[in-house]
């Protein structure tokens, strides 16, 4: 698959029953290249671990099915990832010791996901149904959306017995082709990319293996980075944070510190207005003592002049009516 698909910049990828190991997922080397696609899973504990893992992918808690509505999920909590929707196949699980617990699920169509989520070509359809393989293709539209590759899980889900003989003919009639298979999944490319079936017929070596081992690794590494670059983020933004609540704190301060010189000044602004009506109060009160004083000076001099003009006249009268000094007897003398 890697080999035939990856030199691609950016795929789109279905996984059907995607439960169990994320990280050993055939979707897991696309993933980590930059792909995205669609996940189903309608177990609750690998639906979570999905969710966490692919955050860029579309992660979707149902069962597919022929039909949509509900259907009976069976699932064995002592087997991770182990789960079908298929009656008989939860039979066989139960006869061969393992527990299986029942309960409803959401049942939709691979056509109804295809029409919501689905918006350019899919590089391939990887279907792990436990049972319901041929109910999963059938609830198909291979005419409308055409995965370039198309892959099953080709055994019983509780031994190695082939089971493909239940749902090949639905993807055959869909102008599908057989390529190859790997021991455990069956590997199928529609008619216009027959030129793929070579790549897929040629067996994975150690090179290969290696190769994926190394941009793997790289994966990681960068994830790693990008883990440390986010840690560092996380640390800026709580170093921010305190820094602005510290100039929070100050300008709550110089909020207080201006509106009590605020205060100050308008007490200050009050009390030169007062001391200022006082000043112009005293001004008119002095303007006032001072046109008394003018006409005092002035009744004052009318007086004295008044005073001097009858001393002057008692002068005269005197004056006038004083006898002249008798003659002096110079005999009696």
Request: with cysteine; glycine share 6%.
């Amino acid at each position: 698959m890697a080999r035939a698909l990856l030199p691609a910049d950016a795929g789109f990828y279905i996984a059907v029953g995607s439960g169990g190991s994320v990280e050993e997922s055939v979707t897991a080397p696309f993933y980590d290249s930059g792909w995205s696609g669609i996940n189903v899973e309608a177990q609750e504990e690998p639906f979570q671990r999905l969710t966490a893992a692919r955050p860029r992918d579309c992660n979707l808690p149902v069962v597919l099915a022929e039909k949509s509505g509900t259907c009976t999920l069976y699932a064995a909590p002592t087997r991770v990832g182990w789960a079908t929707a298929s009656a008989v196949v939860a039979a066989d699980l139960a006869a061969s010791g393992i527990t299986v617990y029942p309960r409803e699920v959401r049942a939709a169509t691979l056509a109804e996901v295809c029409a919501e989520y689905v918006r350019g070509e899919i590089s391939f359809l990887k279907i792990d149904a436990s049972g319901e393989e041929r109910g999963v293709l059938l609830g198909g539209d291979f005419r409308t959306w055409r995965p370039r590759v198309v892959l099953f899980e080709g055994t019983r889900h509780v031994s190695s017995a082939p089971n493909f003989e239940l749902w090949e003919d639905v993807l055959l009639d869909s102008d599908y082709q057989f390529a190859t298979r790997d021991g455990t999944d069956r590997y199928y490319v529609r008619a216009e990319d027959e030129a793929l079936i070579p790549a897929l017929q040629v067996p994975a070596d150690a090179l290969q293996a290696r190769e994926y081992q190394s941009r793997l690794l790289a994966a990681e590494a960068e994830a790693a980075d990008s883990r440390r670059m986010l840690a560092a983020l996380q640390a800026q933004v709580v170093t921010a944070g305190r820094e602005i609540e510290a100039l929070r704190a100050k300008l709550a301060d110089q909020t207080r510190e201006s509106a009590s010189v605020r205060e100050q000044r308008d007490a200050a602004l009050e009390t030169a207005g007062r001391v200022q009506a006082e000043i112009e109060a005293l001004k008119t009160e002095a303007a006032v003592r001072t046109g008394d004083r003018e006409a005092l000076l002035a009744a004052h001099a009318a007086l004295r002049g008044q005073f001097e003009a009858v001393r002057a006249r008692l002068t005269n009268f005197r004056k006038a009516f004083t006898p002249p000094n008798p003659p002096i007897d110079k005999r009696t003398g």
